[in-house]
């Protein structure tokens, strides 16, 4: 029963299969740059240029600038320079 399961290996997935292809083209093409003499005549037909799940524009991004919190963090600054600003000239 043992002997059976032994050769089975554990299924893979997605994420990792993707991630162990990706370092192996990463590998090949930097040993095909290290062999080649002629850099810039190199071409690669296997790059993978498109980002899966990449983001277009600024959809989900929270702009800080446009928060409360932030206008306060700002005069709450202003108000403390200007303070400093006092003792310091007041000396």
Known sequence: MSKRHRDEKPLRN???VRRLEQRALRHRVDQTL???NDVEGVIF???RTERRG???GMTDRVRHWKLKSWKRRSA???QRNA???AI???D
Do not use: Y
């Open 14 to 16: 997605p994420k990792e």
């Open 83 to 85: 303070t400093l600003a």
């Open 76 to 78: 709450v600054q202003a």
């Open 88 to 90: 310091i000239h007041a």
């Open 54 to 56: 990449a983001k277009t």
């Open 45 to 47: 037909d296997e790059i």
């Open 34 to 36: 290290h062999e080649s």
